[in-house]
């Protein structure tokens, strides 16, 4: 047999040009190079269980459905029959709204509600039409403190707006100006879920009502712009609000969303004897947030930290459930009351229990030694050489005194006299400061009449000259910010002897551990606090142990002082709060807040005057340190407040974790409080620089090209020769340094960078570290520090 031939195509045949794969392999290529191997990255990616596109597109549609039905489980159990009924705090914005007209417009909603009231004074709804519960508190109107505490608890924050009109029939003031000041200051605390109800709109004329609405929405948008005004007149306005407030989205706070927190309902304070001064306070309420432990510490606003005994579960005295059973022994058995069966949830662990030590343990012997060394005392009985007494600033080591020349050492008994100037405190700049004494003030008569002839009994004249002196020294630190005179009967080294001249205030090193207080060894201080407070934060989000929120409890503290009792009893309608604390939350340390000026108050906030803060659950008083709020390693020390600016206030007090919102009073003579500033709490970093800068001018007397003789800035000869290290400088712009001094008056030669004018000035800035004084305190409102507006009065 023949071989068969392959065919070969002929002349005519198409042949198509094989694909080009440019500069890189084809797969087919590298299929047949790599023989089966896996690729190093495939192989990783299997190891770690990362998931392909499709996997990963799956996840992230599992995860919002969760979110979503997370949202929606919350909303369903908000205010229903098993959780704690819903909040509501209710805040009218007049004076003269009458507050019982709209609660009997509530209680009326509906003919099968169960409305029940509180030792406390809040009331109960249970509305079975639309399965929800409400619990009601009303503060009393002018006390800014109540209704304050009563917000930061509440779910939602209603406020009242009534509508009326003047004596003409038009259209009054919405807001009075009790509502003006509360209406702020509940802002820059944190509002939660808000709502805005208007009353009394049928006693307007049909015709105006429209126009009325559409002017309250207006004067409300100012501070609430989205809030849509709500009618409450009649029965079916009430039931309408309460389904609304029941189903609207709420607002998280994030201080109190992090922490167990807990409005009372009954209060009970017991004691095994009549004569001891501590007992027990049992508060019953409804748990709110995170779950609580027993080991840990809570905090009663206005009266401290305290330790928990032991939490109890009664029966929940406001429930739907108990109405029923109530009803249904009534039938049967004739009786109104069952009997209530307390369950112990948890008790306290001594061993675990968190302590109420709020400072450290100073130890006046810590660092020193305490025996010398037998090198020493042989060393202590051969010198004979006489030592030299020398005037140097405190903190001063005996090696930077021997720098000092030994002609500035002073005799034994001389230096008993110098000490004596030495304990001047530092802080008299301000009566040395430039004062404007010559400026004029003049006074504006207000246009409407009012009747003065018992004016000057509300007026106290020495607070006047207090306020007067402050504000004339806001103005010259304005004007000539950290600019002093230099003392004239004094030697400027020894004034002046704490501070020292830095050639840049940004990039030269400050030591932070460098002189420092007392007070620095009774403070707890972080090592990172930013570190501390994401762990501390992470883990209370995801706390599981404890009591779970949601339940009646009853709260045992111990070691509740009767008096503290006796002054809660003497304010009954202002609530009390409880919250939980997170870890290292009652030790003192510096805490650093960020404050603006608020309010329409034009008096300056001077530096170390004590202030009223409200630092999320907390409120004490203080005397805290201002600087400027930037972001160097170092710190302007700042004099006052001054208006529309934002500062950096340094204090002693418990610490505290940000977000949180800081709000600052100050107390009048008469007792009133005055929303001063708003802020939030910025760390608590105990290494923070407040450097405290003071300006000595001098003026040109002689100049010569780039040389020119100064004076003015000093009166000795010595504080020339003291001060020769530090750069001056002059405010257009030059720069130097002294080379000589010139006779005995102050007068000295110096040097410049260039061509001095005759009428620059010439200025040498000096620098000291300052520290806030321990001045905190918790702040209890009395009955005089309610707001009392001068209209009342």
């Not at 403190?145 to 003409?168: C, G, H, P, R, Y």
């Not at 947030?289 to 027993?294: E, I």
């Not at 000057?456 to 000539?480: P, Q, R, V």
């Not at 939350?585 to 960020?594: A, G, R």
């Amino acid at each position: 047999m023949s071989k068969h031939n392959a065919h070969r195509p002929g002349a005519f045949k198409q042949v198509n040009k094989t694909h080009k794969t440019g500069r890189h392999r084809s797969k087919g290529a590298i299929s047949n190079e790599v023989k089966g191997k896996v690729n190093v990255k495939t192989l990783s990616k299997r190891i770690k269980g990362e998931l392909g596109r499709e996997a990963r597109r799956h996840q992230a549609q599992q995860i919002r459905q969760n979110k979503r039905d997370e949202v929606l489980k919350a909303k369903r159990g908000f205010g229903c029959v098993q959780a704690p009924p819903i909040l509501v705090t209710l805040i009218p914005l007049q004076k003269e709204l009458d507050t019982n007209n709209v609660v009997s417009i509530f209680k009326n909603v509906d003919e099968s509600a169960n409305i029940s009231f509180s030792p406390c004074g809040s009331i109960h709804l249970g509305i079975s039409r639309i399965k929800r519960r409400f619990s009601l508190i009303i503060p009393p109107v002018g006390d800014v403190i109540s209704t304050l505490d009563a917000a930061k608890v509440s779910d939602t924050v209603m406020f009242l707006v009534s509508a009326k009109t003047n004596n003409e029939g038009d259209i009054s003031k919405v807001v009075d100006s009790w509502g003006q000041n509360i209406l702020p200051t509940v802002l820059a605390q944190g509002l939660p879920a808000a709502a805005v109800a208007l009353t009394n709109l049928e006693n307007i004329p049909i015709k105006k009502r429209q126009k009325h609405k559409q002017f309250v929405e207006n004067e409300i948008s100012k501070w609430l712009p989205d809030e849509k005004i709500l009618l409450l007149d009649n029965n079916m306005d009430g039931l309408n609000i309460l389904r609304r407030i029941g189903s609207q989205k709420q607002k998280k706070i994030f201080y109190r969303s992090r922490r167990p927190y807990l409005i009372a309902e009954t209060i009970k304070y017991t004691s095994q004897n009549s004569d001891d001064n501590n007992g027990t306070l049992e508060v019953s309420g409804y748990l709110r947030g995170q779950p609580l432990s027993a080991n840990e510490l809570i905090h009663l606003t206005g009266f401290g930290d305290f330790q928990i005994s032991r939490i109890d579960a009664p029966e929940d005295p406001y429930s739907l459930e108990k109405e029923r059973k109530k009803s249904k022994s009534s039938v049967e058995n004739n009786t109104m009351d069952c009997e209530t069966v307390t369950k112990i949830l948890e008790e306290a662990d001594a061993s675990k229990q968190e302590s109420l030590q709020a400072e450290n343990i100073l130890d006046p012997m810590d660092a020193e030694q305490t025996w010398p060394t037998e090198d020493e005392l042989i060393e202590a009985e051969n010198s004979t050489t006489q030592k030299l007494v020398k005037v140097v600033p405190k903190g001063t080591s005996v090696y930077q005194a021997a720098w000092i020349p030994d002609e500035d050492a002073e005799n034994i008994d001389d230096l008993s006299e110098s000490e004596d100037e030495m304990s001047v405190e530092d802080d008299i700049d301000s009566d040395n400061e430039h004062k404007s004494d010559d400026e004029e003030y003049e006074s504006v008569a207000l246009n409407a009449p009012f009747n003065d002839d018992h004016y000057d009994e509300d007026i106290d004249i020495l607070e006047e000259i207090k306020e007067l002196k402050k504000i004339k020294e806001a103005k010259a630190d304005k004007e000539f910010p950290d600019e002093l005179d230099t003392p004239q009967n004094m030697l400027a080294k020894l004034r002046f002897q704490k501070y020292r001249g830095l050639e840049s205030f940004r990039t030269t090193p400050w030591d932070v551990k460098e002189n420092l207080p007392r007070d620095y060894a009774r403070i707890f201080q972080f090592e990172n606090f930013e570190r501390t407070r994401k762990r501390i934060l992470k883990n209370a989000e995801n706390k599981e142990d404890g009591v779970s929120p949601g339940s009646y409890i009853t709260i045992h503290v111990k070691n509740f002082s009767k008096q503290m009792f006796e002054m809660y009893c003497s304010t009954q309608n202002r609530p009390l709060i409880i919250f939980g604390l997170l870890p290292h939350e009652q030790k003192i340390s510096l805490v650093n807040v960020v404050l603006k000026r608020a309010g329409e108050s034009l008096i300056p906030i001077k530096s170390k005057e004590r202030l009223i803060f409200q630092c999320g659950f907390r409120r004490f008083s203080n005397c805290p340190i201002f600087s400027q709020h930037t972001n160097g390693n170092k710190h302007k020390y700042e004099r006052f407040i001054q208006p529309e600016s934002t500062v950096a206030a340094s204090m002693y007090a418990p610490i505290m974790y940000s977000p949180c919102p800081v709000l600052c009073f100050r107390q009048k003579a008469s007792g009133t409080l005055d929303l001063v500033a708003t802020g939030s709490v910025l760390s608590a970093n105990a290494d923070r620089l407040v450097v405290k800068r003071v300006i000595l001018s001098g003026h040109p007397f002689k100049v010569h090209k780039r040389s020119a003789v100064i004076r003015f800035m000093f009166f000795n000869r010595e504080d020339i020769n003291w001060f020769k290290p530090v750069q001056v400088v002059t405010k257009f712009g030059r720069r130097g340094h002294i080379k000589e001094p010139l006779g005995t008056h102050g007068h000295m030669k110096c040097h410049f960078d260039g061509q001095l004018k005759s009428q620059d000035t010439v200025l040498m800035k000096l620098y000291k570290r300052v520290f806030p004084k321990w001045k905190y305190e918790t702040y209890f409102p009395t009955i005089s520090s309610n707001f009392i507006d001068e209209e009342m009065k």
